[in-house]
């Protein structure tokens, strides 16, 4: 093969998306700290899900249009920081693609280089022996191996090999990793991808293994996203008849980016445009979000929304002309039943990432407007900021990540929303940290004095968590078994091991209580009982009495404790 197309191009993305989801809960297990957090692959295969769900149907052989959709894609379907490192990696590649319709193998070495560069631009703090590496090297090590005759086969194989390389040296750059005796879960999964897109140019396209046990592999993932939603017929059966309206002040209707964002909240999706109408049909567990976009663009002039949760009974679209054009005498006598509901725009809007029913009713005291499901085990993607932000309808957006793996996600956000909607990320990496940070916020306050007062509020807390280990480990000098609850201070300092819950909290307590601790926050895990809240105010008030406790039901999942230390 000489030359690669839009055809090759998305079938080469597709058999690599398979090969990842084939293989997600192996990277996921590749985690090196034991706390069950280890969603790597499970993001990077969302994020990689989303994309093909873009390009899978499109014939283009253009292959410029085929990576610009792709690459939008899974930009705003990004999910944490290893989902969006491979969205910014097929970002480079996109960008490096506009205007060529195909490659030779010369193009592909210098695009491929291209993307690696443009991906450590998109990391705000980019480390060596991660996912970063494997990308640089391989395309480095194609560069020096390029010869003029090589087929486009030849080259890519030297790409995949080289990343393999790679990715078995990133232990000797990361001491953590050879601590545990892992490679980089980032770079193993990034290397599946190329693997499947290797495989496809050597004439076996990766299909999708169903009915596997490979879920079982990692069952902690359960409490994180519903990954099979997009072969599941359940939610909302939507449809509706839009006049478009960008004349009278809605915004011009683009089909490829409008096909593109309703293809990441739902599927069987049925687009039929014609100049002053559009038509839609998809299955969505958020109509409302849709419909809310869909506005945008016009009036409409007929919705359908059932909920096939409930009915379980197959919706059919019928009313399609035989040419694919919309009856636009019916059109005319449908009635109008959805009005513009929209707020008021307001001058400030507070959102922040949170997971249980306790954690959600104290962000809402401190004054958050919107919340974001997720956190460990569940990184919301930066689709699902956006349509926060344009829920509240302010003119600044406060964000509060409140996890580190969420930061990239929200700063993703950002960038996409650019001069639409002004977007602060506070850069949050603890529930507790996004707390304290919230209570500071000001309304009399400009956005300039709101961030660096936000930021400042970042360092008056010390943090800590109490969470189960999920492996065997020894992680600096500390023997973790299985099962045993560890004491962590921030986000992944461990500093000891105990069978029971209480023992743990109590050693982390005694690690971050000093003379200048005044007041002590502690969640409670959706596992803890009352017996143990009991236990925990009597020898609290025994061994820190200068100390106030505000002890109270967070209800999160996997973490018995969360803490805060003012």
Excluded: W
């Amino acid at each position: 093969m000489k030359t690669i197309d839009g055809q090759i191009f998305k079938n080469m993305v597709i058999s690599g998306s398979n090969n990842l989801y084939n293989s997600y809960p192996e990277v996921d297990a590749l985690n090196v700290f034991p706390i069950p957090d280890g969603d790597t692959g499970t993001n990077m295969n969302l994020t990689m899900v989303s994309g093909v769900k873009a390009i899978q149907f499109n014939m283009s052989e253009d292959l410029s249009y085929i990576a610009k959709l792709l690459a939008s894609a899974e930009i705003h379907a990004s999910y944490g920081n290893s989902g969006s490192i491979l969205a910014f990696y097929f970002k480079g590649i996109s960008d490096s693609l506009k205007g060529r319709n195909e490659i030779d193998v010369k193009e592909l070495s210098e695009i491929l280089e291209s993307a690696a560069k443009s991906t450590y631009k998109g990391v705000i703090q980019p480390v060596e022996g991660t996912m970063l590496t494997v990308i640089r090297e391989s395309a480095q090590k194609l560069k020096e191996s390029l010869t003029p005759r090589m087929s486009i086969e030849e080259a890519f194989s030297i790409y995949v090999k080289a990343a393999n390389d790679s990715l078995e040296r990133t232990p000797n750059l990361l001491p953590v990793l050879r601590e545990v005796g892992v490679v980089d879960s980032g770079g193993a999964g990034f290397v599946k991808v190329i693997e499947g897109m290797e495989s496809y140019l050597l004439g076996n396209m990766v299909e999708r293994i169903q009915g596997t046990s490979l879920e079982e592999a990692r069952p902690q993932v359960e409490h994180a996203v519903q990954a099979k939603f997009e072969e599941e017929e359940f939610g909302y059966c939507t449809e509706f008849v839009l006049h478009l309206e960008s004349d009278n002040g809605k915004r011009v209707f683009n089909r490829a980016r409008f096909v593109n964002y309703l293809s990441s909240h739902g599927n069987s999706l049925v687009v039929i445009d014609d100049e002053d109408f559009v038509k839609v049909h998809v299955h969505t567990l958020r109509p409302g979000v849709i419909l809310n976009y869909a506005q945008e663009f016009g009036e409409f002039k007929r919705i359908k929304c059932e909920n096939m949760t409930e009915q379980h009974h197959e919706i059919l679209v019928n009313d399609e002309s035989k040419n694919g054009e919309i009856d636009k005498s019916d059109l005319k006598t449908a009635p109008l039943i959805v009005k513009d509901t929209k707020k008021e725009r307001k001058k400030y809007a507070l959102i922040a990432t949170s997971s249980g029913k306790g954690v959600d009713e104290l962000f809402k005291s401190v004054g958050v407007d919107e919340l974001v499901n997720g956190g460990q085990t569940n990184n919301p993607s930066a689709q699902d900021f956006i349509d926060a932000a344009e829920k509240v309808n302010a003119e600044t957006v406060f964000i509060f990540p409140n996890n580190s793996n969420i930061l990239m996600s929200a700063r993703q956000a950002k960038e996409i929303l650019g001069e639409k909607q002004d977007v602060v990320v506070v850069p949050t990496k603890t529930i507790m940290q996004g707390v304290v940070s919230a209570m500071n916020f000001n309304s009399e306050l400009s956005k300039e004095e709101n961030e660096e007062t936000l930021t400042e509020a970042i360092g008056s807390v010390k943090s800590g968590a109490v969470t189960y280990s999920i492996k065997d480990t020894n992680l600096n000098n500390v023997h973790i078994k299985k099962g045993e609850f560890m004491a962590i201070r921030e986000t992944k300092d461990i500093i000891s091991s105990h069978k029971d819950k209480l023992d743990a909290l109590f050693a982390l307590l005694n690690s971050v209580i000093d003379e200048d601790s005044s007041v002590v926050t502690i969640l409670m895990g959706d596992d803890v009982t009352k017996k143990e809240a009991d236990k925990i105010l009597k020898k609290f008030e025994k061994e820190f009495p200068l100390v106030e406790l505000d002890l109270r039901e967070g209800n999160q999942p996997v973490y018995s404790f969360l803490l805060g230390v003012e």
